[in-house]
């Protein structure tokens, strides 16, 4: 069983910043692509920003410049640094990881989301 537990979301100013983290427990073969999502109040689920197991990145363009998103392949935890946040970006962040039980078989898992609040 494979579980994600996202941490560091809270209430913050506009222009402020917070670190979202989201570690990977449990037994399996190793962890592909990793990611965060958001869902706002009223709104669908989008993608935040992934990182593959090799380092390359891809941004949503509304976080572009503000948002870095990296990770520890030693710890199997993905982080969310987000810099000038904007009242826009209030949502519940999910962590998301792609996770190989063996070389070939691999399955999508989901944190429990955690709240980010943008206002003054």
């Known amino acids: 069983q494979v579980q994600l537990v996202e941490s560091g979301g809270g209430l913050v100013q506009p222009g402020g910043s917070l670190r979202l983290s989201c570690a990977a427990s449990g037994s399996f073969f190793s962890i592909g692509p990793m990611g965060w999502y958001r869902q706002a109040p009223g709104k669908e689920r989008e993608l935040v920003a992934t990182?593959?197991?090799?380092?390359?990145?891809n941004y949503a363009d509304s976080v572009k410049g503000r948002f870095t998103i990296s990770r520890d392949n030693a710890k199997n935890t993905v982080y969310l640094q987000m810099n000038t946040l904007e009242p826009e970006d209030t949502a519940v962040y999910y962590c998301?990881?792609?996770?190989?039980?063996?070389?070939?078989?691999?399955?999508?898992?989901w944190g429990k989301g955690t709240l980010v609040t943008v206002s003054s």
């Open positions: 990182i593959r197991s090799g380092g390359s990145t």
């Open positions: 998301y990881a792609e996770v190989f039980q063996t070389y070939y078989r691999s399955m999508s898992y």
